[in-house]
């Protein structure tokens, strides 16, 4: 590989930890001032329970690449605030599925609102064009980084974990 390769690929590298680091920074600044009680983590089961619907906890864990027992905590934690319920499974009368509750519908709606009015204001100089082309950069990039780090085939034409909700 040619130095310049390589200044390229560090450079590149900078500004993904950079963007991971200021994530970071953002939620645990914005957990300061407006907490649900909802974990990063749980908030991600939520997504997921709202997009797929209901589901087995061992399926949710897959789907999150997350063991069952973390999981199984977040999930107490979510239905305890009243945002996932347990369900009989409909398959398996010993086991339950967990779903996404009203409550928890209208928590993503509502930070999702917030999250969009963010962007549209951090946004508004850019052109559709170059917010297009950012978002599929972006998504070329986490498929090929979640097939290349994480040995998981994605699925063509698509992303592996489908749109954030």
Same mark, same amino acid.
């Given at each position: 590989m040619?130095?310049?390769?390589l200044t390229?690929?560090?450079?590149?590298?900078?500004e993904?930890?950079r963007?991971?680091r200021?994530?970071?920074?953002v939620?645990?600044?914005?957990v300061?001032r407006?907490?649900?009680g909802?974990?990063?983590a749980?908030y991600?089961?939520?997504?997921?329970l709202?997009?797929e619907?209901?589901?087995r906890?061992?399926?949710?864990a897959?789907?999150v690449?997350?063991?069952?027992?973390t999981v199984?905590?977040?999930?107490?934690?979510?239905?305890?605030l009243g945002?996932?319920?347990r369900?009989?499974?409909?398959?398996?009368?010993?086991?339950?599925?967990?779903a996404?509750?009203?409550a928890?519908r209208q928590?993503?709606?509502c930070k999702?609102?917030k999250?969009n009015?963010a962007?549209t204001?951090?946004?508004a100089d850019w052109?559709?064009?170059?917010?297009?082309?950012?978002?599929?950069?972006?998504?070329?990039?986490n498929?090929?980084?979640e097939g290349?780090?994480?040995d998981? $085939?994605?699925?063509?034409?698509?992303?592996?974990g489908? $749109?954030?909700v």
């Amino acid at each position: 590989m040619r130095e310049a390769e390589l200044t390229e690929y560090d450079l590149l590298n900078a500004e993904v930890f950079r963007l991971a680091r200021l994530t970071e920074r953002v939620h645990a600044r914005r957990v300061s001032r407006e907490t649900d009680g909802v974990e990063r983590a749980a908030y991600m089961l939520l997504v997921t329970l709202v997009r797929e619907g209901p589901r087995r906890l061992s399926v949710l864990a897959d789907e999150v690449h997350s063991d069952a027992s973390t999981v199984s905590r977040q999930v107490a934690q979510l239905v305890k605030l009243g945002l996932v319920e347990r369900l009989p499974d409909p398959t398996d009368g010993r086991a339950s599925t967990l779903a996404a509750t009203e409550a928890g519908r209208q928590n993503l709606e509502c930070k999702r609102r917030k999250r969009n009015q963010a962007y549209t204001e951090m946004l508004a100089d850019w052109s559709a064009d170059d917010r297009s082309r950012l978002h599929a950069l972006l998504e070329r990039f986490n498929n090929d980084f979640e097939g290349f780090f994480l040995d998981m $085939p994605v699925p063509a034409g698509g992303r592996a974990g489908g $749109p954030a909700v």
